[in-house]
């Protein structure tokens, strides 16, 4: 009874300490000004063999549009690329980049920490904005798919350049002084 006890817990523990196939976004740059290209990295670590990938990106169309894409060492052997991944046109009204997607050929699955694709976006306003992933879908090689970790929204903040906070500044201070010179002027 506690032998089986005892690997039944062990059995239990390992199940649970098994990490899942996890897909993350991440950019050297969380901080831009407006006119910056940003690169947003759709990274795979894959604890099963995975032969290809499938998602959605939402993105803010207020702080940036899309200008470029590139496909990571994953699809070398890939139906679609590189140079790029295959996609549906992005929605810049609606902020979404719908399929994206590739397929591996042959028998060498991708299960080492990679990147997928690479994003390029023009920065084109201020403020802060997320980026995220649904539709998630990372197949098997019987083109099940796989379980994969929810992924964490990326946050970007756009900053006005500082030649903008200045010229804001030299407006409210000339406002200032016309207010005070008018205002001599009329006693």
Same mark, same amino acid.
């Not at 719908?98 to 023009?122: I, K, R």
């Given at each position: ?14 199940i649970a300490g098994q990490a899942n196939n996890i897909?993350?976004?991440?950019? #050297?740059? $969380?901080?831009? %000004? !407006? ?6 990295? @759709?990274?795979?670590?894959? *604890? ?54 590739? #397929?591996? $050929?042959?028998? %060498? !699955? ?6 997928? @694709?690479?994003?390029?976006? *023009? ?35 756009a900053t006005p350049e500082p030649s903008t906070a ?22």
């Open positions: 009874m506690k032998l089986s006890l005892l690997f039944a817990l062990l059995l239990a523990s390992a897909l993350t976004l991440s950019s #050297a740059q $969380t901080i831009v %000004n !407006p006119g910056d290209i940003v690169s947003l990295d @759709v990274d795979l670590t894959a *604890t099963d063999p995975v032969f290809g990938y499938q998602f959605d990106l939402n993105y803010p169309t207020s702080l940036s549009f899309l200008s470029a894409t590139e496909e990571g060492d994953f699809a070398v052997n890939g139906i679609c690329g590189p140079p790029s991944p295959c996609y549906d046109t992005p929605d810049d009204i609606n902020g979404i980049v719908t399929n994206v997607y590739d #397929a591996l $050929t042959g028998s %060498n !699955p991708a299960t080492s920490p990679e990147t997928m @694709v690479t994003f390029q976006f *023009t920065v084109v306003g201020s403020g802060t904005a997320s980026f995220s992933l649904a539709n998630i879908f990372l197949p098997d090689d019987s083109g099940d798919s796989l379980e994969v970790d929810p992924v964490d929204d990326l946050g970007i903040t200045c010229l804001a500044l030299l407006a409210i201070a000339f406002v200032y002084w016309r207010f005070r010179t008018r205002k001599t002027t009329l006693q």
